[in-house]
């Protein structure tokens, strides 16, 4: 089975010291702090307390992708814009 990295992302959420090494190969990982001990908090990317904060998580940071990428968006749309409006003015006075 051939892994297309361009088109998969793997985001993994646990609490057990058996699943560090899912954690680490995971693009994102999710450590919950429970009775298993910490190792799961300590070797993933995000760490929380109950499994309950994770829909929470997701959508906070989720959001804060979306507003990064509409700001992105806009800046370069204005940039083109700016570039292209430098580039017609002296055409247009015959320089």
């Not at 985001?11 to 899912?22: E, H, I, Q, R, T």
């Not at 190969?25 to 799961?40: L, R, T």
Request: glycine content about 8%.
């Amino acid at each position: 089975m051939k892994w297309d990295r361009a088109t998969k992302f793997l985001g993994l959420a646990s609490d057990g010291a058996n699943d560090v090494s899912m954690i680490q190969a995971a693009d994102i990982g999710i450590g919950i702090s429970g009775q298993e001990g910490m190792q799961a908090v300590m070797s993933s990317d995000f760490a929380i307390a109950r499994f309950k904060h994770l829909k929470k998580l997701l959508l906070v940071h989720g959001h804060w992708c979306y507003s990064r990428l509409a700001r992105m968006v806009v800046y370069y749309l204005y940039k083109n814009v700016s570039q292209l409006n430098a580039r017609a003015i002296p055409h247009a006075l015959g320089e």
